[in-house]
């Protein structure tokens, strides 16, 4: 803005120049302008005379206005400095309504209507004023005083349709704000108390007063009070992202008089009260969000300002303790002791408030998939994946669940093919219902995506290569499953799991069985052997993973280092030796082996 160590110009000047700055966009400078212009004319102003009574003004018909200036021709506002004109009431009342104009733009709404009243004071045939009170106060959801001003307006011009159509918008404004009211503060159908702290109404009724209030958010986009009901609808509806943004912007503003807030049922009438309840809708935000610690900070700002609130207090207790019981969970996983910290996740989602559709966001969240670790480790895998399955439903975009579920999926479907009741085909589908997963964790990960991450993309990929092989391998012979080893087993659980089979279909073992049920355990033995050696040694067990076949494994363009032929011989290289095997046999013999 210009500085002016003395101006010199009359007030019909500063007007003009307003009416400039104003059409340029440069509100805070027309404002400056009409500012000197008013102070320039006040002392004009001579004594009113009984004998002139005033004549009513529509509100197209204020030639001073800025507004209807900008719809004039440049050549008139580039002519020389106007006129000094008498100075009337009309005429200054005219600045105030400029001034008014332009504080609007800048959202000054208390100075706008301060103007708009000292305006109608000078002259109360000057309409324009009157509509831009009633525009501003509609503006702050003010709708019963923007209803009045509208009423006064017309009395002096009662035929204006455009202020006629106004006024019935104004009221059916309001009468929307009183349904969006009663859906979310005592709508006919109970409030379902899913956290201890606060109330809900039906799902249904709170989409439909969001889709009011999105309505009269038009007209009344300054509202605080309506901003605060959305903020309300959208925690209900579970949009917690959007509600905490909100809530911010709230908290930052500068609050209105508590004259300015309408009485609606629980509505907050006051700076204090609106505080406290944002607060209240922040902190559950930020819990739904995963930020548990900052939750209870907001819980106990309130308290230092209301001890007696029974919701925050209510919050802060339930708080408190679920974060104590995932901290012990936290420290019994950290400790390996898998199975308590399963317990002691299970306690922490009873105490943590939400549920399916009911909200919970990203802490029950982190809860589920913790508690899928701790199962990991079990080697629970069914478990795993119902724990993934719930954390997804409460964060959709969980990555780290999408891939801890695909590959305990895989270890499902891997142990399911050897069930004789289910097929192949079931295996494969079930294998390509992880594959999925991965691929939902490639897009999420990718670059564009919504988590990207260039080394977690990469590993992913693998991951799904990995799969691909799993799944074509499925219904065929598979190593794993010939030593009933997961595919995370290790290697003393493979060398555990060979010694045992290799035991059971040793050929003298069954030295006495028919001839059939010889050439059985033979063609057993030697597929435990076989399976031994690959899964013995790293390289071998590397190329197998990745979808070497077995019997190209000599071959050095199907992986590196290639490697000695070993078949369907009876030999058994890389194996046990055949005499201890023997002699583990005879021992077992005489122990009373059956």
Known sequence: MDEYEESTATHAEHKTEGNGSYKKGDYRQAIYHYTLAIESASPLLPNPDPQQPPQPQSAAADQTDPETQS?????????????QPPVTKQLL?????????????????????FDCDRAVD??????????????????????????????????YDPNDAAMVGAAEEVKRLERRFDLLAM??????????????????????????????????LVSSPESVQLLLYKVRALVYLHNVQEAYALSTSLMRRSTESSSSAAQHGSAASTKGEREQLLLLYRAHCLYCMGNLDDAVKHARQILSGD???KPAFA?????????????????AYKSHRFDDSVKLYTEALGLAPGGANRG??????????????????????????????????????????????????????????????????????????ALQDYERAMELSAPGGSLANEAVHADVKKKIQAAQVQIKRMG??????????????????????????????????????????????????????????????????????????????????????????????????GGIDPQVLFQMFMQQQGGGFH
């Open 71 to 83: 719809s004039h021709s440049s050549s008139s506002s580039e002519s020389s400095s106007p006129l």
């Open 93 to 113: 009342a005219s600045y105030y309504s400029n001034r008014a104009a332009a504080s609007t733009m800048i959202l000054r709404y208390e100075d706008a209507m």
């Open 122 to 155: 000078l002259d109360p045939t000057l309409v324009k004023a009157r509509v831009r009170k009633a525009k501003v106060l509609t503006s702050l959801g003010r709708w019963k005083e923007a209803s009045q001003a509208y009423g006064r307006a017309l009395v």
């Open 183 to 216: 859906l979310l503060d005592g709508g006919k159908k109970e409030k379902v108390q899913v956290y201890p702290y606060m109330e809900m109404p039906p799902l249904k009724e709170s989409k439909q007063a969001l889709n009011q209030i999105n309505l009269v």
């Open 307 to 309: 001890p007696d609130s």
């Open 315 to 331: 919050m802060h207790r339930l708080f408190k303790t679920l974060g104590k019981k995932k901290a012990e969970a936290d420290a």
């Open 360 to 433: 919970g966001g990203l802490y029950r969240a982190k809860l589920f998939f913790n508690r899928a670790s701790a199962n990991a480790n079990l080697r629970d895998h069914r478990a795993v994946v119902a724990d993934c399955t719930d954390a997804l439903r409460c964060d959709s975009d969980y990555l780290k669940a999408y891939t801890r579920r695909a590959a305990s999926k895989l270890l499902v479907a891997s142990s399911e093919g050897d069930d004789d009741l289910v097929d192949a085909e079931t295996a494969q589908r079930r294998g390509r219902e």
């Open 476 to 573: 065929k012979k598979d190593l794993y499953k010939t030593l009933e080893v997961g595919r995370d087993a290790t290697d003393a659980e493979v060398k555990k799991c060979y010694r045992k089979k290799a035991l059971k279909w040793h050929p003298d073992r069954h030295a006495s069985s028919t001839e059939e049920e010889k050439a059985r355990a033979e063609k057993i033995f030697r597929d435990v052997n076989l399976a031994y050696e690959v899964l013995s040694d790293p390289e071998k067990k590397k190329k197998y993973d990745c979808g070497v076949d077995v019997e190209d494994m000599d071959n050095p363009n199907a992986g590196a280092h290639g490697g000695h032929h070993f078949g369907g011989g009876g030999g058994m290289p």
